[in-house]
């Protein structure tokens, strides 16, 4: 496999020019805050909008894009942190669906990414999530679709039983 393909997978994967990833597929300067402006703000919800549309028509396109250090070893850590605390948002539903069933496996390419109090696979000694973490990370792809399925009946009936409610005009920019 081409090093191209590892930095841009969805890229290869859908035979697409690659296009700029956020931070220049570096890890931003911690020393730099990243700030709250809308440019960013609607660089994030694009990406948000873009894997709902893929894992919603196109689940085996999905790709994650994964920071490279300097080195040109691919990040992974960072990534699956932030999918934890995103369980984290709503960690009741994914207990009872995912993590606390037979479904919880799925997870497995990502949660062996996540140590301390991020760790989700106490009951897998830590030699064991180093070996998969040799390789796991071209698994997590499928992890995540697979997780989208197993959730979205339960998505499409938590949405059924929501009460539809009109958004505010937004407000003027002055």
């Known amino acids: 496999m081409d090093t191209a393909d590892l930095r841009w997978p969805a890229a290869a994967a859908a035979r697409e020019q690659p296009r700029a990833a956020p931070f220049a597929r570096r890890r931003p300067n911690a020393k730099t805050p990243i700030g709250r402006s809308s440019r960013k703000r609607k660089t994030i919800f694009n990406r948000y909008n873009e894997v709902s549309d893929i894992l919603a028509n196109r689940p085996q396109a999905y790709r994650p894009i994964f920071m490279v250090d300097d080195d ?45 109090k991020f760790d989700l696979l106490p009951d897998m000694p830590t030699a064991e999530k180093s070996r998969h973490q040799a390789t796991e990370h071209e698994e997590i792809a499928r992890a995540v679709a697979a997780a989208r399925t197993i959730c979205n009946p339960f998505r499409a009936a938590e949405a059924r039983q929501r009460p539809v409610t009109r958004r505010r005009a937004s407000r003027t920019r002055r």
């Open 72 to 116: 040109g070893s691919i990040v992974v850590r960072d990534w699956a942190v932030g999918f934890v605390l995103g369980i984290g948002l709503r960690r009741k539903e994914w207990g009872e669906h995912i993590l606390l069933t037979k479904h919880r496996q799925v997870l497995v390419p990502i949660l062996v990414y996540c140590e301390g």
